[in-house]
């Protein structure tokens, strides 16, 4: 298992931007295959939001978030990022990084085995 530490969240006027980072602190961080954000917002499922695969950088998006959010990683750190501009109000929700140790299925949460314990994104219309 990997330990994953978000951090980077907060409140935000729409339009704003924020980075969040999530920093694979230890465990088998060599093992990690894939990374990625969801998002969970009040009484909502937890939704996929962005991935990358680490060995090369190739990244995905939820189509809700494309050309607003850019994800990437710095190996060297073992650490990923959100950057997210142009944010909108219903972009708020717990932003939660996750982890995953093989190919196959990324945009689904049952893919992932090791979890952040989520950061608070909030955007004020």
């Known amino acids: 298992q990997v330990q994953l530490v978000e951090s980077g969240g907060g409140l935000v006027q729409a339009g704003g931007s924020l980075r969040l980072s999530c920093a694979a602190a230890?465990?088998?961080?060599?093992?990690?295959?894939?990374m990625a954000w969801f998002r969970q917002a009040p009484g909502k499922e937890r939704e996929f939001v962005a991935t990358i695969r680490w060995s090369d950088g190739v990244t995905d998006y939820a189509d809700s978030v494309k050309g607003r959010f850019t994800i990437s990683r710095d190996s060297a750190q073992n650490t990923m990022y959100l950057q997210m501009t142009t944010l909108k109000p219903e972009d708020t929700a717990v932003y939660y990084c996750a982890a995953k140790g093989n190919s196959g299925l990324f945009t689904v949460e049952r893919a992932y085995r090791d979890w952040g314990q989520g950061t608070q994104v909030t955007v004020s219309s």
């Open positions: 230890s465990g088998r961080t060599f093992s990690v295959y894939r």
